[in-house]
């Protein structure tokens, strides 16, 4: 199947910083991508789908200034979280889909101190 | 809008069979997805179904019935390993997927 790698899998930050995941389709070309976040035992919330060299189109209640989306290439999609606080504290997970599959980065679990 | 319906929790005993259902309100579709994840991890695919009626891989089956809006996963032969939260996601014709809220299936011994 399809692989897509994400970095870094865990991430502690200060509240105020900023932070930046890496999702890559690694063996695939992916002109779009999935951002979804997870709070603990609860199901994955799509944030925004992620469209190669174009903008990133949010979910309703996701702010787009907050959580800064960047697809520059077939294989590269990235999320900022900016000015992170601690309610911002969630596993952030990446996916592009392949057919009728979506495959999922590993996650990244931020903690804003 | 979209609706999804799954039990929170389900608890089975190694080697039983479980079922769990979906069910769903989604304004198009095109099939019904059933993902698995573990905890801490990422979920993977499980089974698509586009028709109506059961597909079955291995341990796992799924099934759908498109006039009922209705389809759930069927897992035998139990093992401690299928403790994972299940996630069904319909199909709309958006690449995306929306998941339901998920169920957490424990294995017990």
């Known amino acids: 199947g399809a692989v897509v790698s994400q970095h870094p899998s865990r991430v502690i930050c200060k509240s105020g910083t900023s932070v930046k995941i890496e999702c890559r389709s690694l063996?695939?070309?992916?002109?779009?991508m999935f951002w979804y976040r997870q709070f603990p035992k609860q199901s994955l919330m799509l944030m925004a789908t992620?469209?190669?060299?174009?903008?990133?189109?949010?979910e309703q209640g996701v702010e787009k200034d907050k959580f800064l989306i960047n697809h520059a290439s077939l294989t590269l999609s990235t999320l900022t979280v900016t000015s992170a606080h601690p309610e911002d504290s969630s596993f952030y997970i990446c996916?592009?889909?392949?057919?009728?599959?979506?495959?999922f980065g590993s996650g990244t679990q931020l903690s804003v101190l | 809008g979209q609706s999804l319906e799954q039990p929170s929790e389900v608890t089975a005993v190694e080697g039983a069979i479980v079922q769990i259902n979906c069910t769903y309100q989604?304004?198009?579709?095109?099939?019904l997805s059933w993902y698995q994840q573990h905890d801490g991890g990422a979920p993977t695919f499980l089974s698509y179904?586009?028709?109506?009626g059961l597909e079955e891989t291995g341990r796992f089956s799924s099934f759908l019935s498109r006039s009922d809006s209705y389809g759930y996963l069927l897992l035998q032969e139990l093992q401690m390993k299928d403790s994972a939260s299940y996630f069904c996601?319909?199909?709309?014709?958006?690449?995306?997927?929306?998941f339901g809220s998920g169920t957490r299936l424990q294995v017990q011994p």
């Open positions: 996916s592009a889909r392949a057919g009728e599959k979506l495959f």
């Open positions: 063996d695939f070309q992916a002109t779009t």
């Open positions: 992620s469209n190669e060299g174009s903008k990133a189109t949010y």
């Open positions: 989604t304004s198009g579709f095109y099939g």
């Open positions: 179904n586009a028709l109506d």
């Open positions: 996601a319909p199909d709309t014709g958006r690449r995306a997927l929306t």
